[in-house]
Structures are given as structure tokens and as C-alpha cells.
């Protein structure tokens, strides 16, 4: 069975409270296998009416049969996203199978590190995009855009984990000053061994979600 890497666009962005997920919907997501030789990523569109393109079933489908599934930043995110389209059931079932990387850093440093951090702090191709380019892509009827930015996000992070160890910056607040909003600077480097850290939470309980060593 496999790993699966996956990730989600939606048709708005979070509000500054962080608290209007029930109004998000998901346009596009992807997903790919993990693993060396594997083929590109799959997109799935969430209303793909009038077109050819794989309804959003098909990403149900592979969360489903995967033994492992993988997001960044998945369980703050993609999941509550997904409750707007899935049962609650068949969400929490693939929330049991989630490993994820920055949830891992975060816990381990307390500081928040973009995936296009650490694509680049790791040698590889980072992103084209960001979230709110893919907002304003749907909004603006590029959906082909949409669904090439999200397989780009999906492959990045297919490939950074198959690295197996990966480098990722230590950072703290700093206060600038002046009334201005504080900044995060980077204050020294870690190393996430990611084959290590699946090995042991593939070994927990799932029902399990307590914070586990990270070895680094």
C-alpha cells in the first residue's frame, strides 16, 4: 500500500480569524505516490461538469487506499477543507493516516517554515505560485493554472520527502520596533529525518495523536 502526497486549493482564502474554513470549497487538489520512479502528479477537480477532467471522488478514492497520507500542513488545512465535501467519517479516517512535515519542524522548533523554504534550503525547483495566485487563477477561469500550480505543490513535496533527510531553518520572533509587526528571523538549521520519523508514527496507534519525539 502505498504513500500518498496530496494537496488542496479552495476558492477563497482563509480571513485574518482563521475561523471561515466551513466557507472554503476546494477547486483543484493532486495527489501523487511516494516514491523514486513514480509517475507525475494526478489532479481532481471538485466540479468538473462539461469537461474531462477527474471529479474530486478520485482523490477520495486515493486517500483511501493509501496506508499513509501526507500534507503539509495537513491537518491545519487540507483535512478541515475536505470536511466541506466528505463525510466526517471518511475525513477522520484518513486524518489517522496523516504524517506531516511542517506539523513535525513546528513541534520540534515552534517556528512555521514554508514548503518553498524548504524546497530551496534543499536544492530543489521551488513553487511558481502561492495560494492566493491560485485564488485569483479560479476566480479569473484559469483552471488548467489552478490545477498545474497544485500537481507543482504535490510533486515538490513528493520530491523533498524522498530525499529521506531534510534540512529546514530554526527560527525565532524578533520585534522590530517602532509599532511594526514582529518578523522571524532564522536563527540556526535542523535536519528531519523522514524516513526515521514515518518508520515511528507508522508504528503508533492511529487513534494516537499525542506529539512524538522527532529525531533529528
Known amino acids: 500500500m502505498a504513500i500518498l502526497a496530496f494537496d488542496v486549493e479552495t476558492d477563497r482564502l482563509l480571513d485574518s480569524s482563521r475561523t471561515n474554513f466551513g466557507d472554503l470549497r476546494i477547486t483543484v487538489a493532486a495527489a501523487s505516490e511516494v516514491g523514486r ?10 466540479d468538473p461538469v462539461g469537461s474531462d477532467e477527474p471529479p474530486l471522488s478520485g482523490l477520495a478514492d486515493a486517500l483511501e487506499g493509501a496506508c499513509t497520507v501526507v500534507a503539509f500542513n ?16 471518511a475525513v477522520e479516517r484518513w486524518t489517522r ?10 513541534e520540534h522548533t515552534g517556528s512555521w517554515v514554508k ?3 524548504l524546497l530551496e534550503a534543499n536544492g530543489l525547483a521551488q513553487k511558481s505560485g502561492d495560494g492566493v495566485s491560485a485564488v485569483e487563477w479560479w ?9 498545474d500550480y497544485c500537481c507543482q505543490d ?4 513528493r520530491r523533498l520527502l524522498e530525499l529521506g533527510k531534510i534540512a529546514f531553518p530554526v527560527k525565532r520572533w524578533q520585534d522590530t520596533g517602532e509599532g511594526r509587526k514582529r518578523h522571524q528571523v ?3 538549521w535542523a ?3 523522514w524516513d526515521r520519523h514515518v518508520a515511528q508514527q507508522q508504528g503508533m496507534h492511529p487513534s494516537v495523536h499525542k506529539a512524538y519525539p522527532i529525531p533529528f
Open 186 to 188: 532564522v536563527t540556526g
Open 191 to 193: 535536519e528531519l529525518d
Open 37 to 46: 520512479g513514480r509517475a507525475a502528479a494526478s489532479s481532481f477537480y471538485a
Open 115 to 117: 514548503l518553498d523554504e
Open 74 to 89: 495537513g491537518r491545519g488545512f487540507d483535512m478541515r477543507v475536505l470536511r466541506n465535501h466528505f463525510a466526517s467519517e
Open 139 to 147: 476566480a479569473a477561469g484559469e483552471r488548467r493554472k489552478v490545477a
Open 97 to 106: 493516516k496523516l504524517i506531516d512535515p511542517f506539523e513535525a519542524m513546528r
Open 154 to 157: 504535490v510533486e515538490g513535496l
